[in-house]
DNA sequence: CGCGTCATTGAGTTCGGTCAATCGCTGTGG
DNA sequence: CCACAGCGATTGACCGAACTCAATGACGCG
């Protein structure tokens, strides 16, 4: 969930998806590339752009290839539930259903390889390799949701922040190994995620920093100081205390 | 999410998976069976067992044949988050990851049809209409877990009791055309599902009953008396109402 | 440098949680 | 068949965490 550092350096467009079939790779992409045998489009979005909206017809498949996006529901009345944020190498659409069932908007200036869906699909039942890789990733996507679902229904708004920080800091560690400074989204779509409003998200975020446990730079800029008091007010991570844990309590 | 109403009535074990490619259907299926070309046994637990928990070893994959499941994950501090219901025709296991992200334990008497995961993957690689079954499956449940992390983190109280009444009635229409009392679930798990407690869901399920929008009968019999008003309360759900509105709010 | 947007901080309110007591199914055993 | 035991559901009183409303502060862009 790298964005767009500054406009000039992009990432290579290789990504998790079949990373052995990509065809097109580097930065120099035409329009019109190829990856996986498919013929896709390349896209570029400013910020706070709508990729798709909720209700659309669905009928292309969208691989990030730089930049930072967020999809989202929002009810009736207004209020709106971030479900997860996008980067470089994260595929958009697992639905298969007519219509998207969420909307996706650029948080900053994003690139994005746009396939239609039917040559897509179509690619997918007759490479098994691929449609299995494909599978994986909607796996992991369903296991990110599972993880959201236990983190707003379940820990305080102190505990679900602290695990929104640790997964920040880890997905930024996977992405470079080295890296100072952990990009976070803007205090309204961190509280849109977790289920809180602005002001708790930045409550908790001051009071993370008095207590020492982490260290913020402007506005996006974060860095944990103190992982192990983080981790302890997430109340365990699905992955590394949950297991252990589980094993008692479930007689 | 139909649960064995008594124990001699078992429904067929054909399911949403594969239909015209089930070999083995009807109620009289031995211990072992064959369903898409698959040696599967079959395991039948009584109310309130584990099937496995969170953190097992992962080597099978489930299809529930009679009964209900709960799925759920816990915290350190013993906070349970139920991630779905699942009943006959559902399958338990979409992960690809080698330990099990989270739990399942039967509610009532329950039957599951249960598959190695070494064969039934080799099986899924090498029948491309299965594996495409198999990640709409996926999806599917993924645009549940998406619902469901909506519901917690927008909706009120009131508003997720409202939501979940909707998705009972709905699937006990699709489950039989007639059908006179929605199941529920204990009042324990409604308040583990939607992240609140048991408390809460009581009060609001009177406060419902003397309002005249629902009946119910017994500990686990419910029937919506009024849907729009309670589709009102819910603010939106996602399929009805949702993305009508959506297309004012989004510029 | 100045403005707009986002973030922070404070004060008061509300919704849902906690603790505790009672009620009433449901199923078991006499 | 009825009585009883035990667990789950209900109801009430109180509390506290997070929301709302409001004002101030500070990035960061033009």
Redesign the pocket.
Known sequence: MEPLQSNNQLPPCIGKLGAGDVVCSGTNCLPECRILGLSCRLRKFAARQDIFVQGDVQNQVYLVTAGAVRLYKVLCNGRRQIMGFKGPSDLLCFDRTPRHGFGAQTMTATELRVFPIGPFYAAAASDPRFLLKLYSEAAAELSRAHELALTIGQR???GSIAAFLLDADRRAAKASAEYDYVWLP???DI?DYL?????????I??SFKKKGLVE?R???GMRLLNRTAVLNLATGSAEDLGRRVMQERLH
């Open positions: 305080g708004a102190e803007m205090r309204g509280a289920g809180l409003t602005t002001e708790t998200v930045s409550r975020l001051s913020l402007g506005r996006r």
